[in-house]
Each structure stands twice: as C-alpha cells, then as structure tokens.
C-alpha cells in the first residue's frame, strides 16, 4: 500500500461517514416524534399547508400524527403547538403541568 491509496482509503471513510451522518440528520427529521404520543413519525400536513395555515404566521406548517391524529402548527424553528392552543394564540411552547403532590 502506497500513501497514495491509504489517502483515499481514508477519504473513502471520511465521505462514507459524512454521507451516514447527513442520513442520520434526514431520517431525524423526517421521524419527529408526536408530543402528545412520543411515537416518531409526525407527518407534515401539505394540504394544509398549502399557502399558509394562518394568516399571521405564512411560515408556519402544519402536522399530523398518523398514530393518535392529534394535529399541530410550527412556525419556522419554532416548537410545535398543538392546534387548539395555536388557536388560542399561543406561539411559544406551553410548560409542563406541575405536579402537585
Ligand atoms: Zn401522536
């Protein structure tokens, strides 16, 4: 084995890992999971996204568990907001409930 070929072995590996992190980053993504079920695979509704789901906030999008059907709205970066309380007004992510003992 040259250098050479131990060079491109090593930038062989270096692409395969990068190639697996950014899968990694994608699947992530694509699998978020549901707040109110914890179960991966919040679906973005594009139906509702369609040109907007509110007229105050034209980035927000709109998600739907496939498991429990709950349905939330996120402005771009933001948390998800369950769809009532995103009625209600709130944009920014609600606190637990504490627990009183
Ligand atoms: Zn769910």
């Known amino acids: 084995m040259t250098t050479d070929e131990w060079w491109g072995i090593g930038l062989t590996i270096a692409i395969a890992?990068?190639?697996?992190?950014v899968m990694a980053v994608v699947v992530q993504l694509s699998r978020t999971r549901c707040p109110a079920c914890r179960k991966p695979g919040l679906e973005l509704d594009l139906r509702a996204s369609a040109g907007g789901v509110d007229d105050q906030a034209p980035d927000a999008r709109q998600f739907r568990c496939p498991h429990c059907e709950a349905e939330f709205?996120?402005?771009d970066g933001g948390p998800l907001i369950p769809r009532s309380a995103w009625e209600a007004g709130a944009r920014e992510e609600i606190p637990r409930a504490r627990v009183h003992r």
């Open 73 to 75: 709205r996120r402005e």
């Open 17 to 21: 890992a990068a190639a697996i992190g």
